[in-house]
Every structure is written in C-alpha cells, then in structure tokens.
C-alpha cells in the first residue's frame, strides 16, 4: 500500500462460512445410541474451535502469526515445556523431546545438558532422533534463518564464530549491516538505472551504468516488478470494506483501490474545491465520478474478462482490471508485453522502491542474497558450533536406574558463556522432522548438489545448506510445506474426509476450515501420555464478534470471545459454560518511524489516546485495567506502581490531551507547519515531505475491537489540529506488521514467560516484529540525520536488554527491565493500553469440563485447553 506520508496475537476477524461436512467435519450433536458411557461419538464427530483469520503461514520455523503458530502447534511438541506458573517442565508426562535435564554453572561458562527420550515417533510413523534435534538446532542457527525464533540471541560458545564463519568474529551489529549497506547500494544503482533509460526529472542526477551491469540491473528492475505486482494483489485481498462502507459511504472494493493505490482523488466528493469531510474527519465517496470512473475505464474490460472466462467473477476480474491499470503506470509494457524501461517514469519507480511496501520486501531480499552470495564466496572455515555437542549416556542426574531402563541415550549439550536467565527457554524450540523440511537434492551457489538428509553426520553437515537465503525459501520453506505441517504433537495434518492419502496444503485449510486428524504415534512421546481422546478436530474460521452466535447456533463446541461485560451476559444467558483468565499480553498502539519519522510527532499522537474509553466503554465491570508500560501484568517484571509515563528532565509527558493544545505545541515545536488543505507538513532532508496524514489501522475486520472508539476520539483531537487520520479496518493487518506496512495500528501481544525483550526490541534482532518499530530504516543510512535520536535511544534499548540477560538475579532484573520499559516509552514506537482477562467459552453439554484444565490450575501460561489430547465428550 502507497503510504503517503514476541510472537504475538492480533484481534482479526473474517468471515463465517456455513457448509454441510462429511463423516470428519459433520458435527452431529445426536447423542450416540450405541454408546452407553458417551453421547457423542469421539470417533466420529469433530471437535470445532473458533480462530480468527490465518495467514496461512504453517511452517513452524516462519510462521509468525498468533493464529498461524496456534495452528501449527497442535502437529508439534517442544523440547521442554511449561507448567502453570510458567516454570520449565519435561518428562514422560510432558509432550517433550526432553526427559531431563541440567543446568551447572562452572566458572565463566554454563552447561545445558538434554537427555533425549528414545522412541518417540512422528506423525507419518518416521523415528525423532537426535538427527532431528541438531536440524532444528542448526536451523535455528544459521545465518540465512529469518524467521520468529531468537535462539541465536543466546551466547552459545563458538556461535559467533559460525554465524560469521570467521575465527575471531568481529561486531555483530557491523556485519549484518555491511550487509545492509550491499542492498541499499544495489538498490541505489537500480534507481540510476531507471533515470538514465527511462523518463527523469531534471533533477534527478544519474550517470550511465557500467555495460557489464546491465544483465544484472534488467533482472532486478523485474524482480522489483514482480514483487510490486504481489503487493498489488496483496492490497487488494486485503480491503475490508466495514468501515469503508460505514464512514465512507464507499459500495465496491474496486473505489477503495483506485484511492488508495491508484491515487485516484476525484473518486471523494469535493466541497469549496477541497475533499468534504464531515464532522469526524470522514471523506465521502462521490458517486457520480464513481459511476463515471467506472463506466469509462473498466466496465468494457470487466465484461471481456467475463466473457472469456465464465468462472470468473466480477470482483475478480475487477481486480484484474485496475490492478494491472495501476500496475501499468509503473512498469509500462512494451507491444510484445516485455517491460519497457524507457517509458518508466523514474520518480515512481524510485517511489516503488522507497515508500511502497515492496521497498521493505526488496531491501531483504537483496539483504539476504548479498549474505548468501558472501558465505558462497568463501570457505566454510567453521564447520559447527563448538558449543553445540552430543553424547550417549546409560545414566543420566536425577533419573533413576530403572527410568533409564538400561538403555542407551543421546544427550545435546550446549555450553554458554557467562549466564543467560532466557537460556533455557530458548532452548525449548520446537523439533520437526528433517526428514520432510530438508531435502534428498538441492544445488547450492557454487553449483554442487547434495543429498542433505542422507549426507547428515552431525559435524559438519547438519541437514541444510549454511546460510543460503534460498535453501531456506525453497526447501525449508516451500509451498507444500508452508500450508501443511508435520511434527509428533498430538494432532496431524488431515482433510475434511479424513483420506490421510489425500492431505494436501490445499486440503488441510479449505473454505475456512482447518482439519485435524489424532496422531496415531503421539502415544510414543511419552510413557504417562496417551493418544488423542477425540479422533477428529477442527479450526472454523468465525469473526472475533460471532463466536457466542456460533456457540449458540452449533456451529463451534469452543471459541473465545473478547471478555467484555456484554459478552459473559450473553454467554450466562444462553447456557454456555465460560471460564477467564489473565491475558499473558497486553493491548498496544503501535507507530512506525518509517511512516512517522519524527519523534515529537508520535508523541503527539500518543497524547491523543484516552486510553480510559477501553476499559470504560468496552472492558466494562473491572475486565481491563490501563496499564503505562508495554509489558503484561501478568510479568514479574511489570513496575509496581506504574503511572503515566512522565520524564521532566527531558521534557516528556505522554498524558491524554483533550483539547489538542500540548499535541500542535510539539508539532509545532518540531518546525512542522500548516499546508494550503491546513494540514501540517515539513520536509526532511533524506526523507522527502512529512505530511501528516495517515491511517489508524485496526487489527481486524470488524469495528468491534477495544482501541476503535479510542481511536476515533483520537482522530477528532489530531483532525482539529493539523493531521489529517482515518481510521479503518484490516483483515490482514497480522502479515501488514510482519513486514512493516503499517503506519499506526492497534493490537495485542501475546507475552512469552521470561520478560526478556531481545525478540521484540533488541538492534540485532531478525525477528519480523522490529520491522514494526522501522529498526531497518533506523539502523541504515539515515542513522545520523533523521533517526538520529532514534538510533541513540535503540542502542542504549539494546544495552539494558543485554545486561538484564548477564544476571539471574530477579530482583536486579527488574530494576533494569523497568529502565528499559521506559527507555521505549521516550522511543516512542509502542503506547501501552490495556491489561484485559481472556475469556475461554464451550458447549458444556458435549464437552466434559473435568477433562480440561482444574480451576486452580489455570493460569496465563496453562489454559482450559493445554492438554487438548485429554478433552472428551460427555
């Protein structure tokens, strides 16, 4: 989308699909006749749970996600597990990897030792050995990962030194940026490209390229396109016309396009020869130049494509049509239809590749390969991870004689330098089959092809190709795997018929369905565990502020309503059985410096924020509190006594301004002044023009969500004096922040245990969430200008998060921690809202309450359906 100016979990919505299931998706509440002991057949009727949209990203090394992740999980066990207080936990009765463990300190080291159980089995019947868990391991480690996890952020002996495959490994930070740098030059040169063959300003210098490097500049002028194009259709899946249609007075998703992506200003009704807006700030759609728009330039097209392809529909070739009209005025095409570089206007294809969302998606890229392209150059001096080793015991600390069995186990040890309080939780990953993520053949850089899984030794090969960006795309992560998992949790991967011959990515998630099937080997993950009580289980796609009607209707046993006062009626009322508990996250508004690159002016709409209109209006009877510092309640480390924050040394003070008076005194005061439409802009050497004028981004595809009435209070406050905010809503705001396209938004994180904040927060994290906080754009070339303040508070971050790591002391941890808390409170990149309850809601008259968790076992970290193998029918 043009932008004009932890894991973690989203409120999205889509919407509710009703369908006829077979014998696996039927849910058929006829009590069985056969059955004297249970009403309902657990091998033949599926077990349905609520879930807000996917991404459809079920890979467990890159999806990122709440809802991806939850997914996913079923089909996985751990290493190591935790139980309801949050503590580390494995064993014969834990869905782990792990049968014990130890943790010694000795001297200026710290020794991990995993003993890893025998026998336990995949879901496709493969063995999990200790092949598997150095895989995993490694790919976790290894420099072209980019997903989620953070294992590498841990100081194991010797990683730096395979990271960077040098002996004496130099600054991280510098040589992942040296990298950086390699993009932004290759991005740079593909600008003079276009200014000198196509069509430039005068103003815009360039010189003629070299001739070597024209075959170089052609495929990355392609690649640009291509993944321009992807952006295009990705807008365009991603319009959700709720508040269009209620603040807009827009009908068609074809408008919201053209406006948005197209540029196309005359679709709003004009007043006095400026856009009309009414009194909360909303521009109006003028039909009549609609009507025109649409009759002059795509209404014979649209007819064409249906007249050619019967099976098309007419928003689908809608889209065809002005996606390829906007498309075009980018990249215009020659007679033969091959991309015409001298017809390309210079500006906007420069525009492409600094301010769309494919300037992120292309940075990486180029990022990546210029790391890939590195390590092919050179030999691999490193060959494994000196920290990182294995052994086989017959005795093991802490486990008996007759545990052991007299059998022969493999141990993984790690060995860390000093101490590391996050350790052990990260080393909790998750363990997948090598066997179905790597592969028999691939042909890395320097032209050589392997067979990964057959040439696995565990010294210097370890199931992947070191740090090729491509590897990873292509095999870890290729299609089939991406919407279809595999793993030894207590589910699998099934379809709605149950053919397990016939699953496929395509099958597992089907018209808003997911399809599980038991795990016929789950049984072997443990001695104390046994396979799935219910056969069949399924994930139904339902709106966030559907799913008590839902529940009501039959169409889902269990879903979880937002926890509001309304809701828990409505529930009590209808004879559903519900139970809360503490959310283990927080509610947030988020603000991108890439969007928003000056820090006085995401103060400013800080201040705008009333944050007393969620738990007033929304979170009603004491089901949310406010809270002042982006971290949960529920965290050891959250500050007693937290107030708004306020720092009068510096100037700082983040509480509500109702009138506006503080919020134009900062903007104002950042040398922003009032343009001829009486908004405030300012231009910024390296950046361009700063126009205040964004969109206040809900996570969701409904209206109903805590922060919307929040958010449209605050943009009456900001549209008096001098932005110019609309607020809407987006289905698919989940894959929008895990690339960075979002300007200004409101979610939620789901918090992990350990108040550790390195994947979140930390300058060299690779985790998608900084992409939200703009660090790529912090960190690089505008470091010493427009971010240089930023940059400063993102260093001093990084410190107090590494020094609250070097200590297990959880007294001085929270004395940094809460240093820290507001060090990104004075960032001003993430505004804390509410601590909320999560409220778990099901049929209790088909499911057996005393088969999920007790009462006094629940807890933010142990929920009613943490031993989901264990849940029955009544």
Not at 110 to 123: A, H, P, Q, R, V
Not at 632 to 647: C, E, L, N, R
Not at 791 to 806: K, T, Y
Request: aromatic share 12%; proline share 3%; with cysteine.
């Amino acid at each position: 989308m043009k932008k004009s100016s932890r894991v973690f979990a989203l409120v999205l919505a889509c919407f509710l699909v009703m369908q006829v299931f077979g014998l696996v998706a039927c849910n058929n509440d006829t009590p069985n006749p056969d059955d004297n002991t249970k009403k309902y057949d657990q091998e033949t009727r599926a077990f349905t749970m609520s879930i807000s949209t996917p991404d459809g990203v079920f890979n467990p090394y890159f999806s990122s996600s709440a809802y991806d992740s939850q997914i996913v999980g079923i089909t996985q066990i751990g290493m190591l597990n935790t139980d309801k207080n949050g503590k580390i936990v494995c064993g014969e009765d834990e869905p782990t990897v792990v049968k014990a463990y130890t943790v010694k300190e000795e001297g200026e080291y710290t020794n991990y030792e995993f003993l890893i159980k025998n026998g336990i089995k995949f879901s496709d019947g493969e063995p999990l050995t200790i092949k598997d868990v150095l895989f995993n391991l490694y790919l976790y480690l290894d420099p072209a990962y980019t997903g989620s996890s953070t294992i590498y952020s841990t100081d194991i002996v010797g990683l730096k030194s395979y990271r960077q495959q040098q002996l004496q490994p130099g600054d991280e930070t510098a040589f992942e940026q040296s990298f950086a740098d390699a993009a932004n030059k290759r991005i740079s040169d593909l600008v003079n490209y276009v200014r000198y063959e196509g069509v430039a300003g005068k103003d815009e210098e360039c010189s003629k390229p070299a001739d070597e490097a024209y075959p170089q500049l052609k495929k990355d002028f392609e690649t640009v396109a291509a993944k321009f194009l992807e952006e295009l259709n990705s807008d365009w899946n991603a319009i959700d016309m709720t508040s269009y249609k209620e603040n807009n007075e827009f009908t068609d998703k074809w408008q919201v396009f053209l406006l948005n992506d197209g540029g196309y200003s005359e679709l709003l009704r004009k007043e006095n020869n400026k856009t009309y807006k009414d009194e909360n700030g909303n521009f109006k759609l003028d039909a009549a130049a609609a009507q025109t728009i649409y009759n002059d330039e795509i209404k014979s097209y649209v007819e064409e494509l249906m007249a050619a392809d019967k099976s098309l529909t007419k928003e689908a070739a809608e889209q065809q049509v002005c996606v390829n009209s906007v498309f075009g005025s980018f990249f215009p095409k020659t007679s033969d239809g091959k991309y015409n570089v001298k017809s390309t206007q210079a500006s906007s294809f420069e525009s492409v590749v600094t301010n769309w969302g494919t300037a992120g998606t292309i940075s990486d890229l180029f990022a990546a390969e210029a790391k890939s392209q590195h390590f092919a150059n050179n030999e691999k001096v490193v060959p494994s991870i000196t920290g990182v080793t294995t052994k086989k015991v017959t005795s093991f600390e802490g486990v008996s004689r007759e545990e052991m069995n007299n059998e022969e186990y493999d141990v993984l040890c790690i060995k860390i330098n000093g101490v590391d309080p996050k350790a052990i939780y990260n080393f909790s990953f998750t363990v997948s089959p090598m066997h179905y993520y790597s592969t028999h053949s691939y042909t890395n850089k320097k032209g050589v092809t392997h067979d990964y899984i057959n040439e696995f030794d565990g010294k210097s090969n370890f199931g992947l190709e070191f740090g090729d960006s491509d590897f990873m795309n292509t095999v870890v992560n290729a299609p089939e795997k991406v919407g279809l998992p595999l793993g030894a949790g207590s589910y699998m991967a099934s379809n709605e018929t149950g053919n397990q011959n016939k699953v496929s990515a395509d099958t597992f998630f089907d018209k808003n369905m997911v399809y599980y099937e038991r795990n016929p080997f789950f049984e072997t993950v443990g001695k104390k565990l046994s396979n799935a009580k219910i056969k069949y289980l399924k994930y139904k796609v339902v709106e966030t502020d559907q799913v008590i009607g839902a529940l009501i209707n039959g169409d889902i046993d269990f879903g979880e309503p937002n926890a509001t006062q309304e809701n828990k009626t409505a529930l009590q009322e209808a004879g559903i059985t519900s139970v809360q508990t503490m959310t283990s996250g927080y509610g947030y508004v988020g603000i991108n410096p890439r969007f928003v690159p000056n820090i006085n002016v995401r103060r400013a709409i800080m201040k705008a924020m009333d944050t007393s209109i969620i738990v007033q209006n929304y979170y009603k009877g004491g089901l949310a509190s406010i809270i002042y510092r982006p971290m949960s309640k529920a965290s050891w480390a959250y500050p007693d006594g937290a107030t708004v924050y306020k720092d009068e040394a510096k100037g700082l003070d983040y509480s509500y301004d109702s009138t506006g008076a503080e919020i134009k005194e900062l903007v104002e005061e950042a040398g922003y002044r009032l343009n001829g439409n009486g908004v405030y802009e300012k231009v910024i050497t390296g950046f361009g023009t700063d126009t205040l004028n964004y969109k206040f981004t809900i996570a969701g595809g409904s209206t109903d969500h805590p922060a919307y009435a929040m958010f449209l209070n605050a943009v009456k406050v900001l549209n008096a004096n001098g932005f110019d905010v609309q607020v809407v809503t987006s289905q698919t705001a989940l894959s929008d922040l895990s690339t960075g396209k979002l300007a200004v938004w409101a979610a939620a994180w789901s918090s992990t245990v350990d108040p550790d904040m390195y994947q979140v927060y930390h300058k060299d994290s690779k985790a998608s969430s900084t992409n939200n906080w703009g660090y790529s754009y912090i960190k690089g070339t505008l470091k010493d200008s427009v971010y240089k303040t930023e940059w400063q508070l993102v260093q001093q971050l990084s410190d107090l998060i590494d020094a609250g790591r070097e200590t297990t002391d959880q007294k001085e941890r929270m004395e940094i921690y809460a240093e820290a808390l507001d060090k990104i409170m004075e960032l001003a990149v993430e505004f804390p809202t509410y601590q909320r309850n999560d409220l778990a809601a099901f049929r209790g008259e088909i499911l057996k309450r005393a088969s999920m968790t007790k009462d006094n076992d629940l807890t933010p970290y142990n929920g009613l359906l943490s031993r989901i193998w264990e849940v029955e029918y009544n």
